[in-house]
């Protein structure tokens, strides 16, 4: 593996909702809990407000950082979801989350009327997988002072992209993220507010997100926090066989890798087993103490 890589971070430190993190010095965990019928991992396992409730206690008790909520799923092959149906599905789950956490709250939409009345509701991060192509979204979010996730993805989420093809997955991605972290700055974003994701498999096939992450100090260089989701994606099962149900250790691998080039954000369905890998690598790259080594001091 390429020797560790420690990113030179725009605003490291950062004060997200009720949590503070410091990028430069730590690797944050992103539980996700998907209120969608039709997710591609949970197939609708906390569609439930009940069981989505349940989901949120765990990422906070199993050593999650942030709450990543979702109401709208990426995939094309789905009913139409109108604004009202996505908040009703979302907004809920915020008042749940900030009466029983004090998890950072994000929220996984492309659309700005969406993003305004969830952080109305008490939402502190918007998750934009459309990477604000969306020419209101930079100004509701400089408007209401949320952070903001630009991803990568060639066309959005419930846009069908057969064979997506680039010229160099990496140099695409990077321009792209480079473009819109600019749209957002002159949009009034404040850079400490910025968070960028390649976007694995998201209009990407398994080469394409393979490369990404080989060679994703190429991203983490652009200097915002990058976060990287790719939690039981189809590029790990088609890496080493593995069925939607037993991708764990190809996660945790693949998240160890991206930390190692400095990934500074994880989104993940498995919290506590991620937590563990996230806290070991903070070790490894010094940012942390063994929580029980005995120090031989004679």
């Given amino acids: 593996m390429k020797e560790k890589f420690l990113p030179k971070i725009n605003g490291p430190i950062r004060q997200i909702g009720p949590r503070?993190?410091?990028?430069?010095?730590?690797?944050?965990?992103?539980?996700?809990?998907?209120?969608?019928?039709?997710?591609?991992?949970?197939?609708?396992?906390?569609?439930?407000?009940?069981?989505?409730?349940?989901?949120?206690?765990?990422?906070?008790?199993?050593?999650?950082?942030?709450?990543?909520?979702?109401?709208?799923?990426?995939?094309?092959?789905?009913?139409?979801?109108?604004?009202?149906?996505?908040?009703?599905?979302?907004?809920?789950?915020i008042g749940e989350a900030s009466e029983r956490t004090d998890l950072a709250i994000s929220v996984d939409t492309h659309r700005a009327e969406v993003a305004r009345e969830v952080m109305r509701a008490g939402a502190h991060i918007i998750n934009d997988t459309n990477g604000l192509r969306d020419p209101q979204m930079a100004e509701v979010i400089a408007e209401t002072g949320a952070h903001v996730v630009i991803a990568h993805s060639l066309g959005g989420p419930g846009k069908a992209v057969m064979r997506p093809s680039y010229n160099d997955v990496v140099k695409d991605v990077g321009d792209f993220l480079r473009r819109q972290s600019i749209l957002a700055l002159n949009a009034g974003i404040p850079e400490d507010h910025i968070i960028i994701d390649p976007g694995h498999d998201l209009n990407k096939n398994t080469h394409h997100s393979l490369e990404l992450t080989r060679r994703l100090t190429e991203i983490t260089e652009i200097g915002f926090p990058t976060l990287v989701a790719v939690s039981n994606k189809d590029f790990i099962g088609e890496t080493v066989d593995s069925p939607q149900d037993d991708r764990l250790i190809g996660t945790i691998t693949t998240n160890t890798v991206c930390m190692w080039l400095g990934a500074r954000i994880i989104r993940v369905h498995d919290v506590r087993s991620n937590a563990i890998a996230a806290r070991y690598v903070e070790s490894e790259l010094g940012f942390r103490r063994p929580d029980k080594a005995i120090h031989n001091l004679a």
């Fill in 20 to 93: 503070r993190f410091d990028f430069s010095r730590q690797v944050a965990v992103m539980g996700i809990v998907n209120r969608t019928p039709n997710s591609f991992h949970d197939r609708g396992a906390t569609f439930d407000l009940r069981a989505a409730i349940e989901s949120v206690e765990r990422v906070a008790e199993e050593g999650g950082d942030i709450l990543d909520v979702g109401g709208f799923a990426f995939r094309h092959d789905q009913e139409p979801v109108s604004v009202a149906e996505e908040l009703e599905r979302v907004v809920p789950l």
